[in-house]
């Protein structure tokens, strides 16, 4: 029995080996095929406190502001990115409008004087003015907008012509006319 004990390496000979064995250049390119595989990258957990440690150093750092603000600066990423985003962004928009408080805030920063001054700077522009002639050309131009128009000017001729058949009514009543 001895002879199969010798024959067997221990636990420390083994681990030895291993270490060993991932040290060397096949072991460490081994290491980098495996943690390239989708099916580990989607398995691999890290750690939270690593993640944010991470972020914050990448984020707040001089030289991860330098670099955001140079790959926002690439058209085609900045559009991915705003698309990636847009839904998420909808979706904080549309709970935040509901929010008294925010509605609040909202409703005070467009009643600033300042505000006010810029919002009727701009109506007067003639930017302004031409993007609202095209938006009311293109409006005119939809059969949706035309329908439903000619659906609300129906509405207001038949409630005219229905005041005024009131009125020749009353009139004829006390004998007018």
């Known amino acids: 029995m001895e002879d199969q004990q010798s024959s067997q390496p221990d636990y420390e000979s083994t681990k030895k080996m291993m270490v060993d064995m991932l040290k060397t ?3 460490k390119e081994a290491i980098k095929e495996v943690l390239q595989d989708e099916e580990v990258k989607k398995e691999l957990v890290m750690e939270e406190s690593f993640v944010r440690e991470t972020v914050q150093t990448t984020l707040t ?14 058209p085609e990423f900045a559009k991915s990115f705003a698309e990636s985003m847009q839904n998420q962004n909808e979706q904080i928009l ?4 509901k929010d008294p408080e925010y509605q609040g805030m909202m409703i005070s920063v467009m009643k600033d004087p300042e505000m006010e001054e810029e919002y009727l700077e701009i109506m007067q522009s003639k930017e ?6 095209n938006v009311m050309s293109d409006a005119f ?8 128009l000619n659906e609300i000017m129906g509405n207001v001729a038949q409630k ?6 009131k009125e020749n009514e009353t009139k ?3 004998g007018g006319e």
């Open 128 to 133: 302004y003015r031409q993007q609202v002639l």
């Open 61 to 74: 750092s001089d030289a991860g502001k330098e670099y955001w603000t140079s790959l926002m600066q690439d």
């Open 160 to 165: 005219q012509m229905e005041k005024q058949d």
């Open 141 to 148: 131009e939809s059969p949706y907008f035309v329908a439903k």
């Open 172 to 174: 004829e009543e006390s």
């Open 25 to 27: 250049d096949e072991g």
């Open 94 to 97: 549309k709970s935040l409008m």
